[in-house]
Nanobody
């Protein structure tokens, strides 16, 4: 069955960096775009970034542009989110999500990981 397992979250000071990882299994990883979606405390889900199956196309929410980098290693079935210059407003639970349709770059999503907590605070 499909599994998505995130790791790499933690507590970091403003201006610091974290690298999130999402290990995928149970499907042909390279055929599907992947996304990172976050949920700040008391707020709804916010899309953060996406990458297509071969890693040639990426996109970001405006607040993450220039600070976050999404990438993937299809040999390791893993997608990453490198987060630099972190701000308190980046605090939240970060989820990786698999796009439902083969070759699609846009939602819907059909599988989600359990999430990893990112806290940016001094």
């Amino acid at each position: 069955q499909v599994q998505l397992v995130e790791s790499g979250g933690g507590l970091v000071q403003p201006g610091g960096s974290l690298r999130l990882s999402c290990a995928a299994s149970g499907f042909t990883f390279s055929r599907y775009s992947m996304s990172w979606v976050r949920q700040a405390p008391g707020k709804g889900l916010e899309w953060v970034s996406s990458v297509n199956g071969v890693g040639s196309r990426t996109s970001y929410v405006d607040s993450a542009k220039g600070r976050f980098t999404i990438s993937r290693d299809n040999a390791k079935n893993t997608v990453y989110l490198q987060m630099n210059s972190l701000k308190p407003e980046d605090t939240g639970v970060y989820y990786c999500a698999k796009l439902h349709y083969f070759g699609s770059y846009y939602p819907p999503y059909d599988y989600w990981g359990q999430g990893t907590q990112v806290t940016v605070s001094s």
